[in-house]
């Protein structure tokens, strides 16, 4: 079962899967950089996410990395920045992390993939990641959609 999701808070699929836990009634959270800074400037107190010491993004990551049980990592196509980081980083600390690429697996069936994983690794507390808005302007909306959908479907809240 679901208790909370967890992002760093930029834009795009960051931003959905926090959006999508509020909407749904999921705890949400995690951590961002010093400043609450994003591309888009500073990230609204409405995400309650926790400040890190330092400004950097890749000590954000490995921090909702460890601070959760697993991290789910949607995109269009392969990953490159910071969400292929945050592969590289769940793989060395040996964290479970699935990746959906949305040119290749529909909507649909990547909520039915992402409940029958959340289920079989017994995840509480999930890390979402994936490319920001300026990177993919398609992915926060289908993003927030398949978040809301697993929510949903597998009454995960």
């Known amino acids: 079962m679901i208790e909370k999701i967890v992002s760093g808070g930029q834009t795009g699929a960051d931003r959905a899967a926090l959006d999508a836990a509020m909407d749904c009634g999921v705890d949400c959270g995690g951590w961002i950089p010093k400043g609450r800074k994003t591309e888009d400037g500073f990230l609204p107190e409405k995400y309650k996410l926790k400040e890190m010491e330092c400004d950097k993004y890749q000590a ?4 909702n990395v460890v601070d959760s049980d697993a ?32 040119n290749i697996i529909s909507e649909n069936r990547a909520v039915d993939i992402i409940c029958k994983w ?3 690794n017994s995840i509480n ?3 979402v990641a994936g490319p920001r808005l300026s990177k993919d302007r398609k992915i926060y909306n289908r993003a927030y959609k398949i978040i809301c959908s697993v929510i949903e479907k597998k009454k995960l809240v």
Do not use: A, F
């Open 60 to 63: 954000r990551t490995k921090k």
């Open 71 to 102: 991290t789910l990592i949607i995109s269009h196509g392969y990953l490159n920045g910071g969400s292929n980081y945050t592969m590289i980083v769940c793989n060395k600390l040996g964290k479970p992390v699935m990746h959906i690429d949305l």
């Open 118 to 120: 959340i289920l079989d």
């Open 125 to 127: 507390v999930l890390n």
